[in-house]
C-alpha cells in the first residue's frame, strides 16, 4: 500500500504519526511508505532516520497526498488539509468530530474513508489509542494549572503544595478516567489536596482502592459540582461520553462562586470543552480570563512534549496501522470488532453514531459500510 505521513500543521503541534520504527515494519512488509520532509523533526526524527528504514522523503505536499492511498496523520485535519482528501483516501487520525460540524461536513464532502484513534476501543472497556495521550495530557494538566495559578498569570498565587504552616491548594478533577487519575496522581505527588469526580461508582470504587484515601473520591452531582466551584484552587476537566460532545458541568454562573484567580484546566476541550466558558486554545496562547478566572483549554496538550508522546502513541497506533496496510481498511476493520468504531466517515457519511447525533445528521451502522 501507498502511505503517506504530512508534516503535522497544527499551532504547535510537533508530533509525527510514524517513527522510523514504523516505517522499517511496514516497509519490511513491501508497503511504500513516504514521509514529507521535515515531518519528524519535531519529534526528534530526521528525513535521513526515515531513508534508512525504507522509506521515501517528499518535500511536495500535493504530491504526497495525491499519490497516497492511506494518510497517517496525528491531528484531525486542517482547512488546507481537508481539501487535499479524495474518495481515494484513507485517513487515519485523531478527529474529535463531535465538536467540530465544519471538519465533519467536510470529511464527508471529501467521501475519503476516516478513521479515528480516539473511538477505538479495548476488550476491557478502555479506548486504547486515546489513552497514552490522555496520560500525557492529564500529567501535563497539573503543571499547566500551577503555572496558572501564579500571580503574573493572573492567578490567585496559590502554590499548590502549600509550606509548612500553610495548607496545600486543593485541585478538584472532575472525570476520574484515564486523565483524571494521571492528573490526580501528579496532583498528589506535588501535596495538594485532591479530589475525584465521577459519575462510575466503580471507577471511584477502583480509585480508592488504588490511593488508599489519598485522593478523596466524591460521587458527581450538581451538588458536589457545586461544591467543588467554591473550595477549589484548580478544577481539571476530564470527562468523556466516547465520541459524543462533553456535557458542560461548571456553568458561565457558578465562575462567581469561585475565589478570583482559580484555574479551570479544561482537558476535555477536544470534546468540546465541559465548562461553559471555555473555548480551545493553542501552545502560543494557551489561556485567557474570564470573570477573574483562568482557563487553560489547549486541545493538543502532548504535541507540547512531542517526543515522549509520539514514541507512546506509535506504540498504540501501529498494530492498527500494519493492519490498515496489510488488508486495507474494509477487512481490517471487518476482522476486529473493536477496530470498527473508529470508522467515523466513509463515502459521504457519519458511520459513528454520536456524531451523527451531535449534528442531528443520519447515521449509518459501521458494520454496514465495510460490507459495501
Ligand atoms: N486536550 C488534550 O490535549 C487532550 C484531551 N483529551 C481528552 O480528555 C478527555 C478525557 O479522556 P480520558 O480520560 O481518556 O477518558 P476516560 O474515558 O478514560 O475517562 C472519562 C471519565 O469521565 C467520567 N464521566 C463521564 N461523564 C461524567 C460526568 N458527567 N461527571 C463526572 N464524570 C464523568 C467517566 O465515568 C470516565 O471515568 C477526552 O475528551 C479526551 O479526548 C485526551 C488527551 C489529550
Ligand atoms: C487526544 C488528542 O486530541 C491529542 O493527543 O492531541
Ligand atoms: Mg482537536
Not at 107 to 122: K, N, P, Q
Not at 182 to 192: F, P, Y
Not at 303 to 326: E, I, K, M, Q, Y
Request: aromatic fraction near 4%; glycine fraction near 10%.
Amino acid at each position: 500500500m501507498r502511505i503517506a505521513v504530512p508534516k503535522e500543521i497544527k499551532n504547535h503541534e510537533y508530533r509525527v504519526a510514524l517513527t522510523p520504527t514504523g516505517a522499517r515494519e511496514l516497509a519490511g512488509r513491501g508497503h511504500q511508505v513516504t514521509v514529507q520532509t521535515g515531518a519528524g523533526e519535531g519529534a526528534g526524527f530526521h528525513d535521513r532516520d526515515y531513508e534508512a528504514a525504507g522509506a521515501s522523503v517528499e518535500a511536495d505536499v500535493a504530491l504526497l497526498w495525491q499519490n497516497a492511498e492511506l494518510i497517517l496523520k496525528v491531528k484531525e485535519p486542517q482547512a488546507e488539509e481537508v481539501a487535499r482528501l479524495t474518495p481515494q483516501h484513507t485517513l487515519f487520525t485523531y478527529l474529535h468530530l463531535a465538536a467540530e460540524k465544519t471538519l465533519t461536513q467536510g470529511l464527508m464532502e471529501s467521501g475519503a474513508t476516516c478513521i479515528a484513534y480516539e473511538t477505538i476501543t479495548d476488550a476491557k472497556g478502555g479506548l486504547p489509542l486515546l489513552a497514552p495521550m490522555s496520560t500525557v495530557a492529564g500529567r501535563m494538566a497539573v503543571q499547566a494549572g500551577a503555572h496558572s495559578l501564579e500571580k503574573a498569570q493572573g492567578g490567585a498565587g496559590v502554590l499548590l503544595p502549600g509550606v509548612p504552616g500553610v495548607a496545600p491548594g486543593k485541585v478538584t478533577v472532575i472525570g476520574g478516567g484515564v486523565v483524571g487519575e494521571n492528573a490526580a496522581r501528579m496532583a498528589l505527588g506535588l501535596g495538594a489536596d485532591v479530589t475525584i469526580l465521577d459519575k462510575s461508582i466503580d471507577r471511584l470504587e477502583v480509585l480508592d482502592d488504588r490511593y488508599q484515601g489519598r485522593i478523596k473520591t466524591v460521587y458527581s452531582t450538581a451538588d458536589a459540582l457545586d461544591e467543588a466551584a467554591k473550595t477549589a484552587d484548580m478544577i481539571i476537566g476530564a470527562v468523556l461520553i466516547p465520541g459524543a460532545a462533553a456535557p458542560k458541568l461548571i456553568t458561565r454562573a457558578m465562575l462567581s462562586d469561585m475565589q478570583p484567580g482559580s484555574v479551570l484546566v479544561d482537558v476535555a476541550i477536544d470534546q468540546g470543552g465541559c465548562f461553559e466558558t471555555s473555548r480551545p486554545t493553542t501552545h502560543a496562547e494557551p489561556t485567557y480570563i474570564v470573570d477573574g478566572i483562568v482557563h487553560y483549554c489547549v486541545a493538543n496538550m502532548p504535541g507540547a512534549v512531542a517526543r515522549t508522546s509520539t514514541l507512546g502513541l506509535t506504540n498504540a497506533t501501529l498494530p492498527f496501522v500494519l493492519a490498515l496496510a496489510d488488508k486495507g481498511w474494509q477487512r481490517a476493520l471487518r476482522d476486529n470488532p473493536h477496530f470498527l468504531p473508529g470508522l467515523n466517515v466513509h463515502n459521504g457519511q457519519v458511520t459513528y453514531a454520536a456524531v451523527a447525533e451531535a449534528f442531528d445528521l443520519e447515521s449509518v451502522d459501521p458494520a454496514d459500510a465495510v460490507n459495501q
